[in-house]
DNA sequence: TATTCCTGTCCTG
DNA sequence: CAGGACAGGAATA
């Protein structure tokens, strides 16, 4: 992670989402309630790099907020999603879920050609950086159970209810 | 339903 | 390198 990042703070139906980026791409998404805490949340995932509030970033922000509002619209913007071989593995199989549907935890592993990983498959999801765009919402417990969601499990809720609408 | 055990991967010291 | 944390799941009572 080098060089400066950038980033644009906006209002959507489920609270306050940061966007930011770095010359690779859209490298965090974040959701909240208030923007401190996820200046604070954002200098966590990157520590020692400057951030920067940049018009430049609010492309990618409406970007963003479009595909909340909308979850069928489609996105294409470059990404830097980071993490580990298994973690981006992980998020390719996250990618190929259509909005309206869901998996759970167990389908993921197995879909990854490693089933007995799916717990490591929950650790990976709550990893991701990029909310929304790798859909990590759309992934539950096989009882049907929401599970955990790392901006809350309310909005993980409102993200789903709003797909199976469309 | 609650408890217990077994997991794979990542993080920290 | 060892130990602990986990957004799970299955077995058990």
Redesign the pocket.
């Known amino acids: 992670m080098n060089g400066e990042i950038r980033f644009a703070l906006g209002e959507c139906s489920l609270g306050i989402v940061l966007v930011a980026q770095n010359r690779h791409g859209i490298c965090a998404i974040l959701m909240g309630d208030e923007p401190d805490a996820l200046l604070e949340a954002l200098h966590r995932w990157f520590p020692g790099v400057k951030m920067v509030a940049h018009e430049e970033a609010k492309t990618a922000l409406t970007a963003v907020t479009g595909l909340i509002e909308n979850p069928r619209s489609n996105f294409n913007l470059p990404l830097d999603r980071g993490?580990?071989?298994?973690?981006r593995r992980v998020w390719r199989v996250l990618q190929d879920i259509p909005p309206g549907e869901t998996r759970?935890?167990?389908?993921v592993a197995e879909r990854m050609g490693?089933p007995?990983?799916?717990?490591?498959?929950?650790?990976?999801?709550?990893?991701?950086r990029l909310a929304v765009v790798i859909p990590?919402?759309r992934?539950v417990?096989?009882?049907g159970a929401l599970?955990?969601?790392?901006?809350g499990v309310a909005r993980?809720r409102a993200l789903l209810e709003r797909e199976v609408w469309l």
Not at 147 to 151: A, K, P
């Open positions: 993490g580990t071989v298994f973690q759970t935890y167990a389908e490693a007995n990983s799916v717990r490591a498959v929950a650790q990976a999801c709550a990893a991701n990590c919402h992934v417990r096989k009882d599970s955990g969601y790392r901006w993980k």
